[in-house]
Antibody, heavy 117, light 112 residues
Framework: EVKLLESGGGLVQPGGSLRLSCAAS????????MNWVRQAPGKGLEWVAV????????NYADAVRGRFTISRDNPKNTLYLQMNSLRAEDTAVYYC??????????WGQGTMVTVSS | DIVMTQTPLSSPVTLGQPASISCRSS???????????LSWLQQRPGQPPRLLIY???NRFSGVPDRFSGSGAGTDFTLKISRVEAEDVGVYYC?????????FGQGTKLEIK
């Protein structure tokens, strides 16, 4: 079964850091680009970042560029999102998604990040 | 940046009747490779999003054939031929032609 499982969410103070992980299974991880998408409580979907199959290329939403870093460990079948200088507006459920060229076909269940003092 | 605009934002539908959602992009979604990377996603209450349609009109694995997508350039439509109770949720269009990827605001489908 193709599966993505996020972890690492939680409560963090403004200005703090958090590292999310996404464990992939059931498919050849290094054959796919991967994305992070977030959803603030009661709001719509917002694209966050993408990383190429090999990890040599990344792109970010303006709202997170310079603060968040997407990375991957292909031998471990794991995607990461390092989040620094967190703000209240980063509060959201964070989903990892698989991208087979131009769409997001598999989504994880998400992990909640709450930024609050 | 490409802005995706969906209409309507809310759609009350009678069971067994058709439903239609429109999505308009602020720029053409035709990629330099000739493909149009417009997808439709469904998010049922309390669930993560689920892919329904990719590249305008291709149904993803396991998606019922009552869902169909159409359109070109900047105007796209998702149609449900006969709405069932399990179709309740929020529907999003998404473009992956140009960075940053972007989503429509979402259309809430509810049963009358």
């Amino acid at each position: 079964e193709v599966k993505l499982l996020e972890s690492g969410g939680g409560l963090v103070q403004p200005g703090g850091s958090l590292r999310l992980s996404c464990a992939a299974s059931g498919f050849t991880f290094n054959n796919y680009a991967m994305n992070w998408v977030r959803q603030a409580p009661g709001k719509g979907l917002e694209w966050v970042a993408v990383i190429t199959m090999t990890g040599d290329g990344t792109n970010y939403a303006d709202a997170v560029r310079g603060r968040f870093t997407i990375s991957r460990d292909n031998p471990k079948n794991t995607l990461y999102l390092q989040m620094n200088s967190l703000r209240a507006e980063d509060t959201a459920v964070y989903y990892c998604t698989r991208e087979p060229a131009g769409t997001c076909d598999i989504w994880g269940q998400g992990t909640m990040v709450t930024v609050s003092s | 940046d490409i802005v995706m605009t969906q209409t309507p934002l809310s759609s009350p539908v009678t069971l067994g009747q058709p439903a239609s959602i429109s999505c308009r992009s602020s720029q053409s979604l035709v990629h330099s490779d000739g493909n149009t990377y417009l997808s439709w996603l469904q998010q049922r209450p309390g669930q993560p999003p689920r892919l329904l349609i990719y590249k305008i009109s291709n149904r993803f694995s396991g998606v019922p054939d009552r869902f169909s997508g159409s359109g070109a350039g900047t105007d796209f439509t998702l149609k449900i031929s006969r709405v069932e109770a399990e179709d309740v949720g929020v529907y999003y269009c998404m473009q992956a032609t140009q960075f940053p990827y972007s989503f429509g605001q979402g259309t809430k489908l509810e049963i009358k």
